[in-house]
């Protein structure tokens, strides 16, 4: 298993879910969904990494925690 694996929740299916590939009701992005859910980002900031970022779930999670710890 690498390094950035263990970035990820250890909840059930939580690294395998799809990665913004399925409509969710409301139309809400699940990656925005997966990052407010596991840090402390409201909706609006989840949604600005993504876009700044991309939806590497690991990755955005690494940045969540930085932005975290500088806030």
């Known amino acids: 298993m690498t390094q950035a694996n263990d970035n990820i929740p250890h909840r059930p299916g939580a690294a395998n879910a799809p990665h913004g590939t399925l409509p969710v009701k ?3 992005d699940p990656d925005v969904r997966f ?3 596991n840090t402390d980002l409201s909706a609006k900031q989840a949604r600005e990494l993504i876009r700044e970022h991309g939806h590497d779930r690991a990755k955005l ?3 969540a925690r930085t932005m975290k710890a500088e806030g």
């Open 26 to 28: 409301g139309g809400d």
């Open 35 to 37: 990052l407010a859910e």
């Open 61 to 63: 999670l690494e940045i």
